[in-house]
C-alpha cells in the first residue's frame, strides 16, 4: 500500500527554521496537506495544495515541493509551535488518502 | 464558522458492532466529500473510509483495515453521517474523527476491548 514517509522528529532552537519533510513516490502529482496537532486536541489544517495557508494560519508556516519530498517549513519557531505535525496526501490514483507517519517537532 | 461535532463511540466487546454518528454546523454534509480518519492511543493518524459529495455521485472508498466491515452512510435530512462498524477487533481502538480536512470534530473514542 502507498506510504508518506515522515522523520519521527524534529528538534531547534526558538527562532530558528524547522523543516519538516514528507516522500512519496506519488507527490509529483497529488497535492500534500499538513496538520498540526497538539495533546489532547484535534488536527489543525496548516497548508493545503502543498503551498496554500488557510486564513488564521501565522506567514510563518509554508509549504514547498520538489518532486518526490515536499516540505513544511516553520520560520521563527516558538515554543508553543511543539507539536506533531503530519503530512496528507493521495495515491496516484486518486483512491486513497494517505497520512505520513507523524513528525515531533521539539523546541529545544 | 464550521463546526464538526462526532458521538457514538463506546467501549465494545471485541466481534461487536457501533455505529458513530457526525453532524455539522455550517456545513451541508452532502454537499462535502466526508472522510472518517481515526487515532490509535499516541499513535498517527489513519485515514479510514470517505463519501463523495452528492454531486460526486456519493461513492465510497475504504482503507484495506477496515473495508468490508465498515461502512459510510448520510442521513441528508438530518445533515448527519453515519460509520456503521462490524466485526470490530482490538486494533479499532482509538479515537474517530470525521472531516473534510478543512475542519475536524473533537473526536469519539471507540475502545474494543473484551
Known amino acids: 500500500s502507498y506510504q508518506l514517509t515522515q522523520p519521527p522528529s524534529v528538534s531547534v532552537s526558538p527562532g530558528q527554521t524547522a523543516r519538516i519533510t514528507c516522500s512519496g513516490d506519488?507527490?509529483?502529482?497529488?497535492?500534500a496537506y499538513w496538520y498540526q496537532q497538539k495533546p489532547g486536541q484535534a488536527p489543525l489544517l496548516l497548508i493545503y495544495k502543498d503551498t496554500e495557508r488557510p486564513s488564521g494560519v501565522p506567514e510563518r508556516f509554508s509549504g514547498s515541493s520538489s518532486g518526490t519530498i515536499h516540505t513544511l517549513i516553520i520560520s521563527g519557531v516558538q515554543a508553543g509551535d511543539e507539536a506533531d505535525y503530519y503530512c496528507?496526501?493521495?495515491?496516484?490514483?486518486?483512491?486513497?488518502?494517505?497520512f505520513g507517519g507523524g513528525t515531533k517537532l521539539t523546541v529545544l | 464558522d464550521v463546526q464538526m461535532f462526532e458521538f457514538g463511540g463506546a467501549l465494545v466487546k471485541p466481534g461487536g458492532s457501533l455505529r458513530l454518528s457526525c453532524s455539522a454546523s455550517g456545513l451541508t454534509l452532502n454537499d462535502a466529500w466526508m472522510s472518517w480518519v481515526r487515532q490509535a492511543p499516541g499513535k498517527g493518524l489513519e485515514w479510514i473510509c470517505r463519501t463523495r459529495s452528492k454531486i460526486d455521485g456519493g461513492t465510497t472508498d475504504f482503507a484495506a483495515p477496515v473495508k468490508g466491515r465498515f461502512t459510510i452512510s448520510r442521513d441528508d435530512s438530518k445533515n448527519t453521517l453515519y460509520l456503521q462498524m462490524s466485526g470490530l477487533k482490538v486494533e479499532d481502538t482509538g479515537v474517530y474523527y470525521c472531516?473534510?480536512?478543512?475542519?475536524w470534530g473533537r473526536g469519539t473514542l471507540v475502545t474494543v476491548s473484551s
Open positions: 472531516t473534510q480536512f478543512d475542519f
Open positions: 506519488a507527490l509529483p502529482i497529488q497535492f
Open positions: 496528507q496526501s493521495a495515491d496516484s490514483s486518486s483512491t486513497y488518502v494517505v
